[in-house]
Each structure stands twice: as structure tokens, then as C-alpha cells.
């Protein structure tokens, strides 16, 4: 008898955790689309993907290389990925960085319905100048996105190091270089001594 109720408690334990998860229903947060790393995406109040059939499910703005720093005074790529879910075109038109650099758009970027566009592709057609602090990766930029008919979005948009999927995208202009790593003293005569 002590043997069957220590097996009946130990399936309860073990299907706790799986019970619980699904009470959680369809509104939790881990039914909610996610970025797979850490460039951000566009999520509502409600907690809805997304604004006002504005959809962002990557954005990043791109900082330096690991180690290094975006100088004060320089630039930095800003890649999004949109997609207008609205039944007719829209257009972004302007960004807005607020106090801590000024967003230039080369042209408006068009928004077919329904058609994901990517803002980085060929070339990132979003830079923020004139940067007010230096960057090393990790910081979050606030970014106003002005759109036709969808009108202003706003976001808190992730600096991100050229490193890890990240690494293949041009640098960011005005970089500094990360430290070139030099050996110790001790470091060195251990190499030495073992030649």
C-alpha cells in the first residue's frame, strides 16, 4: 500500500509542472512570438504583437565590434524588419531618436500589405548620426517611428555588438577597435621557456 501512494505522488509531482502550464490558457506569455536572441520586438500594452497592423519582430540598432566602442559623435546602422498587416500600403517616413542622435531615412521606406520588408537590405536605409554617447553594446535606444497611415510607433530598440549572428553585417561606421589582447609577462616567458 506505502508503495502505490508513493507512486501516485510521485506522477502528481512530476505532472505538476505540465498541469500548470496548460491552465495558463491562450493569453500567457509563452504563447506570445518571440525573437530568438536579443533584438527586439514590437509588442503593445495588451501585450499584443505588434500596433496598429504594425508588426516588428526583429530590430536592433548595430553598435561595434565585441570589446570595442561606437565614439561619441559617430553613427550606427538601425536594421528593422516590418510588416504592414494592414489591408492597404503604408509608408515609413521618419525616425525619431529623441536627444540621443538624429535618425535620417534615406528615402521613405515602403510597406506593401502583408509583405515583410527588411530596412537593412542591401544597405540600411535608417542611421542615427551624431550619437551623444559612446556605445558599447547593451543599451537600448528609444525610437519613434513615424508612419503614414499607421502613424508613430514607438520602441525601445537594442544596441547590439557585431559578434554571433551579428557578425557578418558591415561595421558600424567610427568604431573604435576592440583592444588587441597582449600577453603578460609571465605569459611570455612561459612561451619562451617552452621553445
Not at 109 to 131: A, C, D, F, W
Not at 143 to 157: I, K, R
Request: net charge neutral; glycine share 8%; proline share 9%.
Amino acid at each position: 500500500m506505502t508503495r502505490r501512494r508513493w507512486i501516485v505522488a510521485a506522477v502528481a509531482f512530476l505532472a505538476a509542472p505540465v498541469l500548470a502550464g496548460c491552465s495558463a490558457g491562450f493569453d500567457a506569455d509563452t504563447n506570445k512570438p518571440y525573437a530568438p536572441n536579443e533584438a527586439g520586438v514590437l509588442f503593445d500594452q495588451a501585450k499584443n504583437y505588434g500596433t496598429r497592423g504594425i508588426q516588428i519582430p526583429q530590430a536592433f540598432i548595430l553598435g561595434p565590434d565585441s570589446g570595442a566602442q561606437l565614439v561619441y559623435g559617430g553613427s550606427a546602422p538601425v536594421y528593422l524588419n516590418i510588416l504592414n498587416t494592414n489591408g492597404a500600403p503604408d509608408t515609413l517616413t521618419a525616425v525619431n531618436a529623441g536627444t540621443m542622435a538624429t535618425a535620417k531615412v534615406t528615402t521613405p521606406i515602403q510597406l506593401p500589405s502583408n509583405q515583410l520588408v527588411n530596412t537593412g537590405k542591401p544597405s540600411p536605409q535608417i542611421m542615427l548620426e551624431g550619437i551623444s554617447k559612446g556605445l558599447r553594446g547593451g543599451e537600448s535606444i528609444r525610437l519613434d517611428l513615424q508612419f503614414t497611415n499607421a502613424g508613430v510607433v514607438s520602441m525601445n530598440v537594442p544596441v547590439v555588438t557585431r559578434s554571433r549572428e551579428f557578425k557578418d553585417y558591415p561595421p558600424a561606421p567610427n568604431a573604435t577597435a576592440a583592444p588587441t589582447p597582449t600577453p603578460s609577462a609571465t605569459a611570455a616567458a612561459e612561451a619562451e621557456a617552452a621553445h
